[in-house]
């Protein structure tokens, strides 16, 4: 696909907060005998027409999984690739970002993040603040059961402190003290190169989640391929634990 999408292009139905775990990078490189970091350079490129057409889609929040805690523990060398490509990126897309009126906000541990990068992410995400469109969440050190933990925590202090009450807390409390407090559960989650797993990504919000795994590899990853996911999801019949028959009703608006 090329261009523009027309509306003869898009499925009936979009998910509200599309998250994407993008993997698949370094076996791109390994199968053309090229170096790690050339799979990153090409994963990034895809990252750039993803953006781009789910701005066009008019889905309103989109979450890469980029860099995950567990990423800290990879070579040096590949890790310092790493964060030179994602201040490269936020360099390079400023302008698109504030032209597409597109929100960037990050996810995660940030204060591991190199001070240089962590300025200018912190830069960029005040720079784009007003923009209303689209927000793009990059998970960067993100961890999902850090995450849990660290909202647990919190918790347990206001309760010690007496500013909660531990009767007061549900999931609707609990959630408000998760990174994503203000952002909806992802409606739709990808997950490219073949792997069937969540790898320590959004496990609290995904409970109800689609998933969508696919064999292509992220760098490979383009409109068609997102396309493809989107169709399928469009297809799909989200109960939340009702029968279809009440979903039915409730469409119809027959539902007492």
């Known amino acids: 696909m090329t261009g523009p999408m027309t509306n003869k292009d898009k499925p009936k139905k979009l998910p509200r907060h599309l998250a994407i775990i993008m993997d698949g990078n370094g076996r791109w490189a390994k199968r053309r005998f090229m170096p790690r970091i050339m799979g990153h350079r090409q994963g990034a490129k ?29 070579p040096r060398e590949e890790v310092e690739a790493l964060m030179n490509l994602l201040y490269d990126y936020l360099q390079r897309e400023v302008d698109e970002l504030l032209g597409n009126k597109i929100r960037l906000r990050a996810i995660g541990e940030l204060h591991r993040l190199p001070p240089k990068v962590r300025r200018l ?35 347990a202090q206001k309760c010690v402190s007496g500013e909660l009450d531990p009767a007061q807390v549900d999931e609707e409390l609990f959630a408000s003290f998760l990174y994503t407090a203000d952002i909806p559960d992802p409606d739709l989650i990808i997950r490219t190169s073949g792997e069937q797993r969540l790898s320590n990504f959004l496990l609290y919000q995904a409970a109800y989640s689609e998933f969508y795994m696919t064999e292509t590899l992220w760098p490979d990853f383009d409109r ?30 027959n539902e007492s």
Request: hydrophobic letters at 40%; a positive charge; glycine letters at 4%.
């Open 46 to 74: 895809a990252v750039k027409e993803i953006v781009t057409a789910v701005r066009e889609l008019n889905i309103p929040y989109l979450t890469l999984y980029a860099f995950s805690k567990e990423n800290w523990s990879r």
């Open 121 to 155: 992410l912190f830069e960029t995400m005040e720079k784009t603040a007003a923009n209303y469109e689209m927000q793009l969440i990059l998970a960067l050190s993100y961890g999902s059961r850090s995450e849990i933990v660290e909202a647990a925590r919190k918790i």
């Open 224 to 253: 068609n391929e997102l396309m493809k996911a989107l169709h399928d999801f469009s297809g799909r019949e989200r109960r939340f634990g009702k029968t279809s028959e009440q979903i039915l009703l409730r469409c119809t608006g």
